[in-house]
């Protein structure tokens, strides 16, 4: 997950809360311009053997070893720096110097940056982002919000905490019973005419051509069926409807979308919208849904 907002609108403890709440290994790393991916992944270190006398390598192991990893104001890294998380993200997985390491199952990275605006950042590429299942804009809190927080931060007993409240390993067995939702073929083809329609949008009705300049991925196709499951699945139902999946379209599209200078400040968010006003939403069989999703009923 990807946080985008100015800073102090607790997008850090935000993660921080996600962290408390799930018993599991936690790291966090804070995005500088001199962070070097060797300060993320590890490194090979020549040291003395204290018993031998003998020089050897050993490997030290960076932050990434972790279950929920926290890169705190991640675009103020170097795009080197950066870049080193792809092969984490991608594969679950690190090279350091000859070694190939697995990464701690489940892994997951939630990411801080600001807006592009702000001086001293450096703009994510597009490969990364795309990384990302879902972003998120953190908007700034309203009055009445900003008056309650003011109250919780003020008193003697420090910052608020999260209890634990489950476990990686629940977690875990959440994402299996998700994969049991059942998806009808009509919400398949919604889900690829959505996508489809970044690409070509005139076939949609859409005008557009002069606003995209590129579309989404195959990978948001994934991710928007998988988002979808959950969606459902947190809404009691084990079959997925059209608004599950426009429910989660804004999050999964708008960083895999690049406008062109020509779009007249118009928004991601914006293009989405038009695109989910034009393209037909189906009907899938809601009866064929329950009686399957009945048969099969996700259990946990």
Do not use: C
Not at 36 to 52: C, F, K, R
Not at 142 to 165: C, H, W
Request: net charge positive; aromatic share 4%.
């Amino acid at each position: 997950v990807l946080l985008e907002g100015v800073p102090g609108v607790a997008k850090t403890q935000t993660v921080k809360a996600f962290s408390d709440a799930v018993e599991g290994g936690f790291q966090r790393v804070q995005g500088t311009p001199d962070k070097l991916p060797s300060d993320l992944l590890g490194a090979e270190i020549l040291q003395e053997n204290p018993g031998t006398g003998q020089k050897e390598i050993k490997l030290e192991k960076g932050p990434v070893f972790t279950n929920i990893l926290l890169v705190d104001e991640i675009n103020r890294m170097m795009p080197k720096t950066q870049a080193a998380l792809l092969e984490a993200m991608a594969e679950g997985r690190v090279t350091i110097g000859r070694n190939t390491l697995e990464l701690p199952k489940p892994f997951m990275v939630l990411a801080t940056q600001n807006p592009i605006e702000q001086e001293g950042v450096y703009r994510l590429p597009e490969a990364q982002q795309d990384r990302f299942m879902y972003k998120v804009l953190v908007q700034r809190p309203a009055m009445n919000e900003l008056k309650v927080i003011m109250e919780r931060f003020s008193k003697k007993d420090g910052q608020p905490k999260a209890g634990k409240i489950t476990s990686l390993d629940e977690m875990v067995e959440i994402r299996k019973v998700a994969e049991q939702v059942y998806v009808d073929d009509a919400i398949s083809d919604y889900i690829i005419n959505l996508v489809e329609a970044t690409h070509n949008p005139a076939k949609y009705g859409i005008d557009a051509k002069e606003v995209i300049e590129s579309g989404a991925s195959p990978r948001a196709a994934i991710f928007l069926l998988k988002a979808a499951k959950i969606n459902a699945l947190l809404n009691g139902r084990a079959w997925v409807s059209p608004q599950d999946v426009r429910e989660v379209a804004a999050r999964v599209l708008r960083h895999r979308l690049t406008l062109t200078y020509s779009s007249n400040n118009m928004t991601t968010d914006q293009v989405v919208e038009n695109i989910l006003s034009k393209v037909a939403v189906p009907k899938p069989s809601v009866r064929k849904a329950a009686a399957l999703s009945t048969s099969a009923k996700p259990s946990y």
